[in-house]
């Protein structure tokens, strides 16, 4: 498609939840990246694939927060058990670089609301 | 540990009435410093990369002008549809991650 694709664009789940975010980048795109923005806030960095390979985590608040892309393309944010403290919009980003040197593309974000 | 820190917070201009953005920032080693814009409900539009002290990018009415300490986001004769948050971010090497600062929310009133 001509940008990224974020599904579903809101999203609502009762605490202890299983919720699944969706990430369709742009076709090619080498690099991906989830990031995490609270109100009022910047977005925050959860973790980053160069293709299929997960090469930085560092930012996954928890073990309950869980990203897969396994052909390299479609990528999944998977958060078990959801906490109130997860509400937040989650943004996907891609780039056709492997460097952070170049800005990225972002996604419209999945509005996670936990109640 | 790579910090941004964007001011004001939020910023109120007439139409026509020209202002800057600040964004000081503290890396290890800076390898791109980024301005973005966002509009409510929208994922960050990239406007501009500056790679080193002295470096100037130009996009329509927004100009961006970087130091070693900071980078400036000038505005010049804004109109309402500038009206979005600035965030600045920068990468530092290494790791992927590039860390954002909080924007700066505009408003400019026709």
């Known amino acids: 498609g001509a940008g990224v694709s974020q599904s579903p664009r809101y999203k609502v789940a009762k605490r202890g939840q299983d919720v699944a975010l969706r990430c369709d980048p742009i076709?090619?795109?080498?690099?991906l990246f989830w990031y995490q923005q609270a109100l009022g806030q910047g977005p925050e960095f959860l973790t980053y694939?160069?293709?299929?390979?997960?090469?930085?985590k560092s930012g996954l608040p928890s073990d309950r927060f869980f990203a897969e892309r396994p052909e390299g393309s479609v990528s999944t944010l998977k958060i078990q058990r959801t906490q109130q403290e997860d509400s937040a919009v989650y943004l996907c980003?891609?780039?056709?670089?492997?460097?952070?040197?170049?800005?990225?593309?972002f996604g419209s974000g999945t509005r996670l609301t936990v109640v | 540990e790579d910090q941004v820190t964007q001011s004001p917070e939020a910023l109120r201009l007439q139409e026509g009435e020209s202002s800057s953005l600040n964004c000081s920032y503290t890396?290890?080693?800076?390898?791109?410093l980024f301005w973005y814009r966002q509009d409510p409900g929208k994922g960050p539009e990239f406007l501009f990369t500056l790679y080193s002290a002295g470096e100037e990018k130009e996009k329509e009415r927004l100009k961006a002008t970087l130091t070693k300490k900071e980078s400036f986001l000038h505005i010049t004769a804004p109109k309402p549809e500038d009206s979005a948050t600035y965030l600045c971010?920068?990468?530092?090497?290494?790791?992927?991650?590039?860390?954002f600062g909080t924007g700066t929310k505009l408003q400019v009133i026709p």
């Open positions: 076709s090619g795109h080498v690099s």
């Open positions: 694939f160069q293709n299929e390979a997960q090469l930085d």
């Open positions: 890396v290890s080693g800076l390898r791109g």
């Open positions: 980003a891609s780039s056709t670089r492997q460097s952070s040197n170049y800005g990225y593309t």
């Open positions: 971010a920068v990468y530092s090497g290494g790791y992927q991650k590039v860390t």
